[in-house]
């Protein structure tokens, strides 16, 4: 596939993670095609990364496969091609299993796994139409394999899209298509501020399961992104490669200080 000047789909693109991959590709010297449905957020953060960047706003929750074509089409008319999709965008629903809504199992399933998928057939379409192969990263989580109790919807998101990743990838790789996905620990992101993180007790908690001693940056998952999108991760095929300071392979807690 094509190693500059690619033309990159990032969703969740206006803050974030998905920000911080936008930036990371321009840096590289892509183009990126930032979708997300915050407007506002959207456009401004756009604005200021320059004329290789286009914002298109998108609610992924009610995508279908026409709105997953229409995105990539979009692409194609800004860009002329579609060489990477980054699936990101994610929502995070916290409630106990007992009290856990029924509307936002629902939502968290078709945000974080059937958009990944409908974007995934969409843009696998397009490459293999342009016939140069692609890369698809799809932005997963440590709780693909770690349980909280109360996110039972997102869970089973990563969960589900850890094998989305890897059916994905054997059903793309025949075009040169490679996917792969990133499981980010816990990086300080508004998802992480506003959820997991509105404590020092929670602050405390997260931290006795990070062996690295410090919550993790967007550009930390930026750069693994950009490894699996470019040449050298060219024999990467189906993985889902874990930045989390340490989380997965650590049983039990380690110290925090004060
Ligand atoms: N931050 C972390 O610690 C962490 C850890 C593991 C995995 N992740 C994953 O990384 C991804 C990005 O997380 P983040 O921390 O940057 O979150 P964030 O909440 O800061 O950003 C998510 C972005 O997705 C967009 N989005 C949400 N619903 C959408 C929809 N229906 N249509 C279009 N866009 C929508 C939001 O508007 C937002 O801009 C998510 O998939 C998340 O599950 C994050």
């Known amino acids: 596939m094509r190693e500059t000047d690619r033309a990159v789909i990032v969703t969740g693109a206006a803050q974030g993670l998905g920000l911080a991959c936008a930036e990371r590709f321009l840096a590289e010297g892509d183009r990126v095609f930032m979708v997300d449905v915050k407007e506002e957020a959207l456009l401004a953060a756009a604005k200021r990364l320059g004329a290789r960047a ?7 929750s009610t995508l279908g496969a026409e709105g997953a074509a229409g995105i990539v089409a979009a692409c194609v008319d800004a860009f002329g091609r579609v060489d990477v999709l980054i699936n990101n965008a994610g929502i995070i ?18 945000v974080n796994l059937k958009a990944p998928f409908l974007m995934g057939q969409a843009a696998g ?9 692609g890369a698809i990263i799809n932005m997963s989580s440590v709780n693909a394999e770690l349980a909280i109790p109360n996110t039972v919807a997102y869970a089973c998101s990563k969960g589900g899209m850890k094998q989305l990743t890897a059916v994905m990838a054997i059903g793309l790789i025949p075009h040169g298509i490679r996917v ?3 499981g980010p620990g816990t990086i300080m992101t508004d998802m992480v501020r506003q959820s997991v993180m509105q404590s020092d007790a929670a602050r405390r908690t997260i931290l006795s399961r990070t ?8 550009s930390e998952i930026a750069s693994v992104a950009a490894f699996l999108a470019g ?28």
């Open 54 to 60: 286009v914002a298109h706003v998108a609610d992924l």
């Open 180 to 182: 792969n996905a990133i």
């Open 211 to 218: 062996p690295a001693g410090r919550c993790g940056e967007p």
């Open 93 to 110: 629903v916290q409630a106990d299993f007992l009290d856990f809504p029924e509307d936002g199992f629902d939502q968290t399933i078709a």
């Open 125 to 133: 379409r397009q490459m293999k139409a342009q016939g140069e192969g």
């Open 231 to 258: 040449p050298d991760a060219s024999y990467m095929v189906g993985q889902t490669i874990y930045p989390d300071g340490g989380r997965m392979v650590l049983n039990y807690t380690v110290p925090v200080p004060d």
